[in-house]
C-alpha cells in the first residue's frame, strides 16, 4: 500500500483556529482506510478522485465511518478501464475527528485514490 501525504499550505489563521488544505493518495489494495480526520480537526472532504489502472473495469465500493457507524457514499460503482472519476462531483463530506474513508476495490492494486481535505483545527 502506498499512502502519499502533501501538505499545500496554510489557508488561514486567526486566534481561534487553523485550517490546512492537504492532498492524501493512495493506490488501493482491496481495502483500506483512504483518509482519518486526526484528533483536534474537522474535515471537508473537497474532492475523492479514483483512476483506475487495470485494463478492464473495477467496481469501488467508499463508505464513510461516522461516529462509529457505516454510512455508505458509494456501494458497487463500476470504473472503467483508465478512467478518472470524481466521485464527489463538487459535493463536499464533512467530518469531524476520528471519522474515516475506507475504500474498496474490486480488484487489487487497480485504482489510485486522491482525496482533498480542508482540516480546521479546533482544539
Same mark, same amino acid.
Given at each position: 500500500?502506498?499512502?502519499?501525504?502533501?501538505?499545500?499550505?496554510?489557508?488561514?489563521?486567526?486566534?481561534?483556529?487553523?485550517?490546512?488544505?492537504?492532498?492524501?493518495?493512495? =493506490?488501493?489494495?482491496? &481495502?483500506?482506510? *483512504?483518509?482519518?480526520? %486526526?484528533?483536534?480537526?474537522?474535515?471537508? +472532504?473537497?474532492? #475523492? /478522485?479514483?483512476? /483506475? =489502472?487495470?485494463?478492464?473495469?473495477? @467496481? +469501488?465500493?467508499?463508505?464513510?465511518?461516522?461516529?462509529?457507524? @457505516?454510512?455508505?457514499?458509494?456501494?458497487?460503482? &463500476?470504473?472503467?478501464? @483508465?478512467?478518472?472519476?470524481? =466521485?464527489?462531483?463538487?459535493? %463536499?463530506?464533512?467530518?469531524?475527528?476520528?471519522?474515516?474513508? *475506507?475504500?474498496?476495490?474490486?480488484?487489487? &492494486?487497480?485504482?489510485?485514490?486522491?482525496?482533498?481535505?480542508?482540516?480546521? #483545527?479546533?482544539?
Amino acid at each position: 500500500m502506498l499512502v502519499l501525504n502533501l501538505i499545500h499550505g496554510i489557508l488561514s489563521t486567526s486566534s481561534m483556529s487553523v485550517s490546512r488544505l492537504r492532498t492524501v493518495g493512495q =493506490l488501493l489494495g482491496s &481495502s483500506a482506510t *483512504v483518509y482519518t480526520c %486526526p484528533t483536534g480537526f474537522e474535515a471537508e +472532504l473537497k474532492t #475523492f /478522485n479514483v483512476n /483506475n =489502472l487495470h485494463t478492464s473495469a473495477v @467496481d +469501488l465500493t467508499l463508505k464513510a465511518v461516522i461516529s462509529s457507524s @457505516d454510512i455508505p457514499i458509494v456501494t458497487t460503482k &463500476s470504473i472503467a478501464a @483508465d478512467a478518472i472519476v470524481d =466521485l464527489l462531483n463538487s459535493r %463536499p463530506i464533512a467530518l469531524k475527528a476520528s471519522d474515516t474513508l *475506507v475504500a474498496t476495490a474490486g480488484t487489487a &492494486s487497480s485504482l489510485n485514490i486522491v482525496v482533498t481535505v480542508s482540516e480546521t #483545527f479546533t482544539g
